[in-house]
């Protein structure tokens, strides 16, 4: 049994989100202790619980006693299988997070499957939906997935009540990429999502991306949402080149100016682009463990954060590989490799 310390490097979910996949995936059983042990609220929140008890369900797998807070887990799989699966997380936790922890194992099901997730689809420190639609997504395709993800309502921090369907035909072996240049610009634009909220505060929003960007007519968009998903407010900006799609994101919040939302998702926005990298921070966290399943591939990135080299230390305990960062002038290359 694989012994992970949940405390190590950032000490965040990722650690038990990356373990219940891979476990699921190699038939290795874990055993992790101080779950969360780095965040203020430490152990199971409900999207993790959540977690844990969807991977269960979709492969049979032995667990020790679960509940809101268990600061321990072990957990012992069984085959992956196909099918049709609801889970409920019953707050505003992430839907994208839980769902991120099943995809990779349902590739290697033994029939198609559907997932419908409910709960927050778009919440601060996740993923939004778009995100996985059109950048990890993208890149999955690109390695020979085929994996379709479908928002059917908003979810926003506190309320939730938001819900996503994905469906995923099995794919056993990823094809190995390499990501290593952005390529040309194809399409660039902003959506300003509101629902219960003034559509001054998109309006607002997206004039200052307007003037950070240079951007003007359908590139601006607002997309005014019914008021019963909200009260929610969320800027993406989202950047499709050659090789690769990015979405950046920035959230509303009370006593935030809708000037100041923009001026955030901007900086990062300005980020990337001053560099040569292919992905952004937050994906190239998200990347790595496919490439581990392919068995190798190579990126560039923005930025290697402690989140992405506590991901790699989790991915080396259950598969065969090795993942090195190395700092260059204007980008950061990422290599996995057999080990």
């Not at 309006?203 to 950070?212: P, T, W």
């Not at 990347?287 to 989140?307: D, E, N, R, T, W």
């Amino acid at each position: 049994m694989i012994e992970i310390d949940g405390a190590q490097g950032e000490g965040g979910g990722q650690i038990l989100r990356s373990a219940l996949s891979l476990s699921m995936i190699t038939g290795q059983p874990f055993r992790l202790i101080n779950i969360r042990a780095g965040r203020d609220k430490p152990g199971l929140l409900r999207q993790h619980l959540v977690a844990v008890q969807a991977a269960a369900a979709i492969c049979g797998a032995r667990t020790t006693p679960v509940a809101l807070r268990a600061a321990s887990l072990e957990f012992v799989p069984g085959p992956v299988r196909g099918g049709d699966y609801r889970f409920a997380i019953g707050s505003a936790g992430s839907c994208t997070l839980v769902l991120q922890t099943l995809l990779p194992a349902l590739l290697h099901a033994d029939a198609a499957s559907t997932v419908r997730i409910s709960g927050g689809t778009h919440n601060a420190m996740a993923p939004p939906v778009h995100f996985l639609q059109r950048a990890y997504g993208r890149i999955l395709g690109q390695m020979g997935a085929d994996v379709e993800i479908a928002l059917q309502r908003y979810g926003f921090h506190p309320a939730g009540g938001g819900e996503v369907i994905a469906t995923v035909q099995p794919c056993p072996r990823l094809l190995p990429i390499a990501l290593l240049q952005r390529g040309e610009r194809q399409a660039g634009f902003a959506e300003s999502m509101v629902a219960g909220v003034p559509v001054n505060v998109a309006q607002r929003e997206l004039e200052r991306v307007a003037g950070g960007m240079g951007w003007s007519g359908k590139q601006l968009r607002i997309v005014g949402l019914p008021a019963d998903e909200g009260p929610g407010n969320v800027l993406l900006l989202t950047l499709e080149h050659e090789h690769v799609t990015e979405v950046f994101t920035s959230f509303g919040e009370k006593s935030l100016l809708a000037e100041s939302v923009a001026k955030r998702l901007l900086n990062e926005v300005r980020a990337y682009l001053k560099t040569d990298a292919a992905v952004g921070e937050h994906l190239a966290d998200q990347l790595l463990l496919p490439m581990a399943l392919a068995g190798g591939g190579v990126f560039s990135c923005s930025k290697v954060s402690q989140h992405a080299l506590t991901n790699a230390e989790v991915i080396s305990r259950f598969l065969p590989v090795r993942i090195t960062f190395e700092q260059q002038e204007r980008a950061s290359i990422c290599t996995v490799a057999a080990a």
